[in-house]
């Protein structure tokens, strides 16, 4: 069994950047699809984006393409996203997620979960 620790929010002004990071202990890390969801105040959690272990298939959220780009590190056990052209709209608590299997994108489809990190983007 995986646990997840996200980091890397923080407070930043629109157009900025931000690099968040996923951490992951314990399981296999390669072995797992991972994925990044966000969910904003009074709003149901969103897929952001996710990888294979092979970071061979990437897909994106529609409201993300273009802008946030995902990363991962076997052997550091490490998945990132970065975060470009930050917009007000962006601002949300990010999590890391993980599956067995093929990507999904639904939040139903992954098992486990980091406890968030939050990002906060000014106008």
């Known amino acids: 069994q995986v646990q997840l620790v996200e980091s890397g929010g923080g407070l930043v002004q629109a157009g900025d950047s931000l690099r968040l990071s996923c951490a992951a202990s314990?399981?296999?890390?390669?072995?797992?699809?991972m994925g990044w969801f966000r969910q904003a105040p009074g709003k149901e959690r969103e897929f952001v984006g996710a990888i294979n272990w092979g970071a061979s298939s990437i897909r994106y959220g529609d409201s993300v393409k273009g802008r946030f780009t995902i990363s991962r590190d076997n052997p550091k056990k490490s998945m990132y996203l970065q975060m470009n052209s930050l917009k007000p709209e962006d601002t949300a608590v990010y999590y890391c997620?993980?599956?067995?299997?093929?990507?999904?994108?639904?939040?139903?489809?992954?098992?486990?979960w980091g406890q968030g990190t939050q990002v906060t983007v000014s106008s």
């Open positions: 997620a993980a599956r067995v299997g093929i990507l999904r994108t639904n939040v139903g489809d992954y098992n486990y």
């Open positions: 314990g399981g296999t890390f390669s072995s797992y699809v």
